[in-house]
C-alpha cells in the first residue's frame, strides 16, 4: 500500500533547511568573533557546548517566527519581493529575541558580544537570500514544470468555484498538484468539467475515491449547500489519510480576514484536524494555568486601580458575574468588571436584537466601518466605556481560566438565550473550551456577520495548535491597546 505524504515535501525540506541555516550561521559568527565556545555541559556522558546547545533551541523559535510569517506558504516563497521581506522581517525578530536574551540574562552561552550578533545577521541574510530566494526557488520552479513532486488532487464540488479552482491548479505547476477527478452529487457522472477532468463519484464515495485514486489532497469546493453539510464532508474528509482544504463561498470570510494560502489566486483554506487531539487540551491547560497565575500577580495593582475607578464613577459591585455557556452547553459562572448600570443584563431588547442578530444572514464586508456589537451604550458608565474600549473589562476572566471553565484561547462563551437559538452547526463553536480571546477577536473584532463569527471559530478549532494560541495571544495586545472594534 502506497504511503500518502500528508504535507508537500517543502513544508518538511524549508524548516529543517532554515534551522541549519540559523544555527550554522550563528556558529559562524562565533568563530568570526575569534574566541572559543564557553560553558561546556555533558548530555550522557558526552561533551557538549552551552552555545551549540542554545542555538539548536533558538533555531526552533526562529522556526516558529517564520511560520508566523507564511514562510513556508508556496505562494509565499515562488515570489521574490514578499519572500525578500518576510525573510527580513523574521531575521530582525530572531536577532532582536538574541539581543534581548543576551542584554537581560547576561549568560555564557548566550552570545554576549554586539560584533558576533552583526557578523550572525550579515550571515543569515546572505545565506537565506541566496538559499530560499535565489537556489531553492528556482531549483522549486523547475522541478515543478517536470512534475517531480506532482500530488494527486480531489476536488469536492463541481460548480463555477471547483471548476475555477482546477483552472488555477492547471496554470499553476508549481502548485504541484493533478486533478484527479471531481466529486459532485448534482452533474451527471463522467461529465468533463474542465480540460477531460470529469465528475468521478458522489459525495457519499469520498473515503473509497481517496483510496482507488490514492489522493493525497482534498479540496472541499461545496457552494449553494447548507453549512451543515459543508462540515459533514469536512469530517469525513479529515478522517482520511489526505492533506484537506476549502476553496468555498462558504467560507470567504477567512481569507477576507486572514492571510491564507493561495493556489493561483484562489484563496484555499487548510484545515488540521475537525476536533482538536485530547492531549492538546491538556497541553493548553497546562499552558493557561502558568501563563494566567504570573498574570494575575503582576496584574493585581491594576486590578485594584480599576475597581476604585468603578466604584468612584457608578453605584453598584465592581464585578459584573452572570451564567454563560461554555464546552459542549455546560453553563458556568461568568466574571467581568462592571462596565454597565446596574440591570443592563436585563434588557429585553437587548436579548430580542441578539436573537435577530443570530438568525439573520448578514454579511460585513471588511471594509464597513459597522460594529456588529450588540450593547446599548446609553447603560455604559463613563469608567466603562474606556474599560471596553480596552477591553480592560474582560480581565477577571482569567479567574475562569484558573477554575477551568474557560482557556486564554477559544471561541467566546455565549449566554443561554443564545444558545438556545442557535441551529446544530452553530453549537460546534463551543465544542471546546471557550476562551479569553480568539480568532474573531483579532479577525473580526464586532465587525463580522454571526454566521462569520462562527465560521472564524470554526477554523480555530479545525487549526488549533499552541502556535496558533500564542500568535493569537501575541495579536490580542495591540488591539486592546488600540481598541479596535471594541464597544
Not at 474582560?394 to 471561541?411: A, I, K, T
Request: hydrophobic letters at 50%.
Amino acid at each position: 500500500m502506497p504511503i500518502v505524504i500528508k504535507r508537500p515535501f517543502y513544508a518538511y525540506f524549508l524548516p529543517v533547511a532554515d534551522w541549519l541555516t540559523i544555527v550554522s550561521s550563528m556558529v559562524l559568527a562565533i568563530i568570526l568573533r575569534g574566541r572559543t565556545f564557553a560553558g561546556e555541559l555533558t548530555l550522557f556522558g558526552f561533551p557538549l557546548y552551552g552555545e551549540v546547545v542554545f542555538l539548536a533551541a533558538y533555531g526552533g523559535v526562529a522556526i516558529l517566527i517564520f511560520e508566523y510569517l507564511n514562510l513556508y506558504k508556496v505562494n509565499v516563497f515562488i515570489t521574490v519581493a514578499d519572500h525578500s521581506v518576510r525573510i527580513l522581517k523574521g531575521l530582525f525578530f530572531t536577532v532582536l529575541g538574541i539581543a534581548i536574551l543576551s542584554f537581560f540574562t547576561r549568560a555564557e552561552i548566550i552570545v554576549d558580544s554586539r560584533l558576533a550578533i552583526i557578523y550572525f545577521t550579515l550571515i543569515t541574510f546572505v545565506l537565506m537570500i541566496g538559499g530560499r530566494v535565489i537556489v531553492f526557488r528556482n531549483a522549486f520552479l523547475y522541478l515543478s514544470r517536470r512534475k517531480v513532486f506532482q500530488r494527486n488532487a480531489l476536488i469536492v464540488g463541481g460548480a463555477e468555484t471547483g471548476k475555477n479552482l482546477a483552472v488555477n491548479i492547471l496554470m499553476n505547476s508549481h502548485i504541484g498538484l493533478n486533478v484527479v477527478g471531481f466529486l459532485d452529487d448534482d452533474l451527471p457522472l463522467g461529465k468533463v468539467v474542465f480540460n477531460r477532468i470529469k465528475v468521478i463519484g458522489r459525495l457519499a464515495e469520498l473515503k473509497d475515491i481517496v483510496k482507488v485514486y490514492e489522493v493525497d489532497e482534498i479540496i472541499v469546493s461545496l457552494e449553494h449547500v447548507a453549512y451543515d453539510q459543508l462540515i459533514r464532508t469536512l469530517e469525513v474528509a479529515t478522517s482520511t489519510d489526505a492533506v484537506v482544504k476549502i476553496s468555498s463561498p462558504l467560507y470567504d470570510i477567512v481569507p477576507s480576514r486572514l492571510f491564507i494560502e493561495k493556489y493561483g489566486n484562489v484563496p484555499v483554506v487548510g484545515i488540521s484536524h475537525v476536533s482538536p487531539r485530547p492531549s492538546l487540551e491538556v497541553y493548553k491547560r497546562v499552558f493557561d494555568s502558568m501563563l494566567v497565575a504570573g498574570g494575575l500577580i503582576v496584574l493585581l495593582p491594576l486590578f485594584l486601580v480599576i475597581a476604585l475607578f468603578i466604584k468612584l464613577d457608578s453605584r453598584g459591585p465592581v464585578f459584573f458575574a452572570q451564567v454563560r455557556i461554555g464546552k459542549n452547553g455546560k453553563p458556568f459562572r461568568f466574571y467581568k468588571f462592571r462596565s454597565m448600570q446596574l440591570g443592563s443584563d436585563k434588557d429585553e431588547e437587548r436579548m430580542q436584537t441578539a436573537v435577530n442578530f443570530i438568525k439573520s444572514r448578514e454579511k460585513i464586508r471588511p471594509a464597513e466601518s459597522v460594529s456588529t456589537k450588540i450593547v446599548n451604550e446609553d447603560r455604559i458608565t463613563r469608567a466603562g466605556r474606556w474599560l471596553r474600549k480596552t477591553s480592560l473589562d474582560e480581565l477577571p476572566q482569567l479567574f475562569n481560566v484558573l477554575r477551568g471553565d474557560m482557556s486564554l484561547v477559544g471561541p467566546r462563551p455565549c449566554l443561554p438565550y443564545e444558545w438556545d437559538n442557535y441551529e446544530e452547526w452553530h453549537k460546534r463553536r463551543l465544542s471546546v473550551m471557550p476562551g479569553c480571546t480568539g480568532m474573531w477577536q483579532v479577525a473580526g473584532r464586532s465587525v463580522v456577520g454571526f454566521e462569520d463569527m462562527v465560521i472564524l471559530d470554526l477554523y480555530y478549532i479545525q487549526n488549533a495548535s499552541l502556535l496558533l494560541d500564542f500568535s493569537l495571544l501575541v495579536r490580542t495586545v495591540p488591539i486592546m491597546l488600540l481598541g479596535e472594534g471594541a464597544k
